[in-house]
């Protein structure tokens, strides 16, 4: 499998399992397993560690886990533009830009989800990589920071921006 196969496929799995677990998240479940099992060690080992702690999760206690990891935590948002505009008027700014790029790829985005949500990134990025990691390389102190809340929360949600992370070229010393 070629490296941008094993990127789009990082990238789309992670995009599904930053996903909320609802009835259908947990039946894709085994297809997300089987496609970490085919991604490089750098982002199939921390999401297949993140799938196995899933799969031994009640349903129940991982929405629940969900809910108060990235609804009541301000610092472990996962729409990017919080980091860097917080809820101001250049949030919606940055959100365009969003929007923008997704429109020039021809990506459509679905009317509930906003633009700058990370699953919606990595599933734009599986699907156009160059604006994507463009979009990354914008955004990238906003991921670091997410990563640096989710491991002091000790999310299991860490491993899936690990696996984003490994997949992404490294990041500015700026960003970190």
Known sequence: MTSEAHFGRTMRAAS???????????HTLP????????LSAASG???RRFLATA???DPTRLQQAYVDTFDLRRRCCLYLTYYSCGDTRKRGMAMLQFTAA?????FELAASELPDHLAVLCEFTAAAPMPGQALFRRHRAGLELLRTALD????PWLDVVDAIRAALPEAAPRDM
């Open 55 to 57: 799969a031994g999760q």
């Open 102 to 106: 997704y429109r020039a790829a021809g």
């Open 152 to 155: 002091e929360a000790q999310s």
């Open 16 to 26: 599904h399992a930053l996903g909320y677990p609802d009835v259908a998240w947990w």
């Open 45 to 47: 080992t921390p999401m």
């Open 31 to 38: 297809l997300l397993t089987s496609a970490a099992g085919a």
